[in-house]
């Protein structure tokens, strides 16, 4: 089975400061990794995806394999940067290019 | 905007009683998906079709209901077996074979 867990709900940094948004995966397989952003009345849309190794809006993710992570970075937090980010997982199965996402982590930049 | 559209933007239901959410594309996208959002949850698939006359269950089809009878609509059928229906729901499309979905605006459902 494939899960993906943000461990925190909830991330507070001031601007300017760096920002980390963690996620974790579990999947047997090679997975491909995506994060999503939902900015305050706007929809769900990509950000980015672990393939194409770009950087977004000045964020970057770098998959580990190894610890089994894709954390969201960017050096220096913007107060547009606040939104619901999610991270997701698509597999390689019969299911065809389902994703499974984590819980969510809600990012909050303050003046 | 165009693209993926869903109505009505809030429905209320009483209990008992079933709804229909519609979900309408113009990407031609072969693929088409349902998600249901709660807090702390992040998003659960609730059913998905990649081809026109075929759909799958997700993680937590009970109490819903699908049709996929045209390439551009995917409605949604919450039915009186659903346990616990007030939530936010969302669908999404994507090429056959894309990983990037896109998303619609929601339709947030309120069980009276």
């Known amino acids: 089975a494939q899960r993906v867990t943000q461990p925190e709900k909830l991330l507070s940094v001031f601007k300017g400061a760096p920002v980390e948004l963690k996620c974790n995966y579990s999947?047997?397989?090679?997975?491909?990794l995506f994060w999503y952003v939902q900015y305050s009345r706007q929809r769900l849309q990509l950000l980015l995806r672990?393939?194409s190794r770009e950087s977004i809006k000045g964020f970057t993710a770098d998959l580990n394999k190894g610890e089994t992570s894709f954390h969201l970075k960017k050096p220096f937090a913007q107060e547009e940067d606040s939104a619901m980010y999610y991270c997701a997982l698509s597999g390689n199965n019969n299911a065809g290019n389902m994703l499974t996402f984590g819980g969510g982590t809600r990012l909050m930049v303050k003046p | 905007d165009g693209g993926i559209t869903q109505s009505p933007k809030y429905l209320f239901r009483k209990e008992g009683q079933n709804v229909t959410l519609s979900c309408e594309q113009n990407?031609?996208?072969?693929?088409m998906y349902w998600y249901r959002q709660d807090p702390g949850q992040g998003l659960r698939l609730i059913y998905y079709?990649?081809?026109?006359?075929?759909?799958q269950k997700g993680d937590i089809a009970e109490g819903y209901s699908v049709s996929r009878e045209k390439k551009e609509s995917f409605p949604l059928t919450v039915t009186s077996a659903q346990k616990n229906p007030t939530a936010f729901y969302l669908c999404a499309s994507s090429l056959q074979g894309g990983y990037e979905q896109f998303f619609g605006p929601g339709t947030r459902l309120t069980v009276l």
């Open positions: 990407l031609n996208h072969d693929a």
């Open positions: 672990h393939i």
């Open positions: 079709s990649q081809i026109v006359n075929d759909f």
């Open positions: 999947y047997s397989g090679s997975p491909e």
